[in-house]
């Protein structure tokens, strides 16, 4: 079992910079697809950006240039720096963990294969 846990939300202003990081309890490099999903208020919740275990990566349209998925093996930790904040972004983020030696595009597309859930961090983002 992967527990999982994130932490860095907070409230920004538009435009600011946030850095979320999640836990993991295990190595999970190498072998998982490890992301970010997010769910606005009272929207679906969403792919952000998605890791494969060879280290490709997807990301949502709209984070394309702002958002960066990174992970640190050695810490079995998992990073989503946010820059460029906008109002939009404002949603509880999830770190997971699935689709053993699948492709990020196939993690990003199939939430069903994301196995482990962390229980999310909040991000405010004021205009």
């Known amino acids: 079992q992967v527990q999982l846990v994130e932490s860095g939300g907070g409230s920004v202003q538009a435009g600011g910079s946030l850095r979320l990081s999640c836990v993991a309890s295990?190595?999970?490099?190498?072998?998982?697809?490890v992301a970010w999903f997010r769910q606005p208020p009272g929207k679906e919740r969403e792919g952000v950006a998605v890791i494969s275990e060879g280290g490709g990566t997807t990301y949502l349209a709209s984070v394309k240039g702002r958002f960066t998925i990174t992970q640190d093996a050695a810490h079995n930790t998992l990073y989503l720096q946010m820059n460029n904040l906008k109002p939009e972004d404002t949603a509880m983020y999830y770190c997971?963990?699935?689709?053993?030696?699948?492709?990020?595009?196939?993690?990003?597309?199939?939430?069903?294969?994301?196995?482990?859930w962390g229980k999310g961090t909040l991000v405010t983002i004021s205009s």
């Open positions: 295990v190595n999970i490099v190498g072998r998982y697809c």
């Open positions: 997971a963990a699935g689709g053993l030696f699948r492709s990020s595009e196939y993690c990003y597309a199939r939430q069903d294969v994301m196995n482990f």
